[in-house]
């Protein structure tokens, strides 16, 4: 009987044995509750196909996102000291740090990486939520820093997506010191007149909302995107009102004109690469090819098309143009030799 213990029950056993099957398999949303594979989720860029939902990214899903055929570099950034105020509460914080990288694979809250997009250099700064809810400390600030100095010395866009909840609380005065930090870093950037475009997605919320991420020369909001400086229930807690219906979400703040675009996360690369190609004045002979043959069917866009072929003329020729145009004022007319007075055919006295 011991081939039968010992031989074909362990087989039966394993026979019948539960496979462990991966936690995020499958994928709920949360506001329709359809349930979605994760790897369809991964493809469609983390939209749910059926409500639209746009769920929260990862860092470095988002730089294979941005970046032409998924390809950046990272940028290395100088470490701070990791727990100045040796802060615990519940948990010191140095154990909440490495837990937080043993999650995430990550040092900090925030990736800063260079490549480019439709051909052209650009810095992108990614805040991860995941990451201890993507708050900001002295890293993730100097993170930022280091990305758009680094964006001044190449002369490239910087681009930063955001996803926090605000100041990281176990660094007291150290967190709140990176709100003008990063300000003056900007101003850097500004004096460079290089542009700098915020991405706002969700959420945006606390003293990250207060600094850097309202600073940007253009705005844009991911749909239903929460996004403010307190929360909804401290709102209403405080004035004692309801608040109306969408409140601090990007829809809501396109109309109040907090932010300028709200954008589609499959449209976000494109639209990016327009915004950076315009800003940084680039050439666009490939879009304005485009419309042109697009507009050449219809007689009564010349108009526009005249436009299109006077933006696109390079900069040297405008200005030889303007100075044609000038030698030209200041030629002297030609008019018809006149015959000095006293001279000519005699006046008619009356005579005749």
């Known amino acids: 009987m011991n081939w039968i213990n010992n031989v074909v029950r362990p087989k039966l056993t394993g026979i ?20 979605i594979f994760h790897k369809d989720l991964q493809d469609n860029l983390y939209v749910v196909p059926g409500s639209d939902y746009h769920m929260r990214m990862r860092a470095k899903d988002r730089l294979n996102m ?6 950046y570099s990272l940028i290395e950034v100088i470490k701070g000291i990791e727990d100045p105020l040796k802060f615990k509460d519940q ?9 937080a990288r043993n999650k995430t694979q990550m040092d ?30 002295s890293d993730a600030g100097g993170a930022i820093v280091t990305g758009m100095l680094k964006a001044v010395k190449e002369k ?6 955001v996803a926090s909840g605000g100041a990281r ?8 010191m990176q709100m003008p930090r990063t300000t003056v870093a900007l101003q850097r950037l500004r004096e460079a007149g290089l542009p700098y475009i915020v991405v706002l997605t969700d959420p945006t919320m606390g003293g990250v909302t207060a600094s850097y991420a309202m ?21 209403e807690q405080t004035i004692r009102e309801q608040l109306p219906s969408g409140f601090q979400r990007s829809e809501f703040l396109l109309e ?3 932010v300028d675009l709200v954008v589609h996360r499959h449209e976000l690369r494109t639209t990016l690469g327009r915004l950076c190609a315009l800003l940084m004045k680039q050439s666009v002979k490939q879009q304005v090819t485009i419309a042109a043959d697009e507009l050449t069917a219809n007689a009564g866009h010349e108009d526009v098309l005249e436009i299109i072929r006077e933006e696109t003329v390079p900069v040297e020729s405008a200005a030889r143009v303007k100075r044609v145009s000038k030698a030209k004022k200041k030629a002297p007319v030609k008019s018809a030799k006149t015959k000095p007075s006293g001279t000519g055919a005699p006046k008619n006295d009356g005579k005749s």
């Open 16 to 35: 019948w044995k539960k496979k462990d099957v991966p936690d995020d398999l499958w994928v709920k949303c949360p506001e329709s509750g359809q349930l």
């Open 156 to 161: 490239c866009p910087f681009v930063l997506f």
């Open 108 to 137: 900090d809250a925030l990736l800063v990486a260079q490549g480019k997009l439709d051909g052209s250099d650009i810095i992108v700064a990614v805040q991860d939520f995941a990451f201890m809810g993507g708050s900001l400390g």
């Open 169 to 176: 609380m176990q660094e007291g005065i150290f967190s709140l």
């Open 91 to 99: 948990k010191k914080y140095s154990d909440r740090i490495k837990d």
């Open 256 to 258: 109040h004109g907090m």
């Open 66 to 71: 941005i970046f032409d055929e998924a390809k």
């Open 215 to 235: 600073l940007g020369d253009i705005h844009i909001a991911e749909p239903g995107a929460l996004i403010g400086f307190a929360g909804p229930r401290v709102i």
